[in-house]
């Protein structure tokens, strides 16, 4: 038995199957992202709980993540030009001594460390 080709040459196949394996990526490249996320997170919590404590003057000062995701930003130099170096975004906040504060910390994938920035400065905790 053949298969009947349609007048472009069998193309839509051809397209169907591209689309299937992109999509089939796309899915894997989330799930390695979340999982890139994922094992940041302790570090990323520790940076912003170091730097929440040492800003509150509360050495008892806890942490937590509130929101986390993988970001990408197109460079436009040096030898990564074009392709995005992947980075996990946190936003953890601190609480200790009656005070919270809100950070955003990045770590960088395959990098030696994550920064925190505060976002909004410190303010008293809810009673």
């Known amino acids: 038995m053949m298969c009947k080709r349609g007048t472009d040459g069998g193309r839509p196949m051809k397209r169907y199957l591209f689309t299937m394996l992109a999509a089939g ?11 890139v996320v994922d094992e940041m997170k302790p570090q990323a919590v520790e940076t912003a709980q170091k730097k929440g404590s040492f800003e509150m003057n509360c050495p008892a000062a806890t942490a937590q993540v509130l929101s986390d995701e993988m970001i990408q930003q197109r460079t436009t130099y040096g030898p990564y030009a074009g392709m995005p170096p992947e980075r ?3 936003t953890v906040g601190v609480e200790g001594c009656g005070q919270r504060s809100t950070y955003t910390v990045v770590c960088a994938h395959g990098g030696t460390g994550c920064i925190a920035a505060n976002t909004r ?3 008293p905790a809810p009673r």
């Open 88 to 90: 996990a975004e946190y």
């Open 25 to 35: 990526a796309a899915l894997a490249s989330c799930a390695s992202q979340q999982k």
């Open 121 to 123: 400065g410190n303010e």
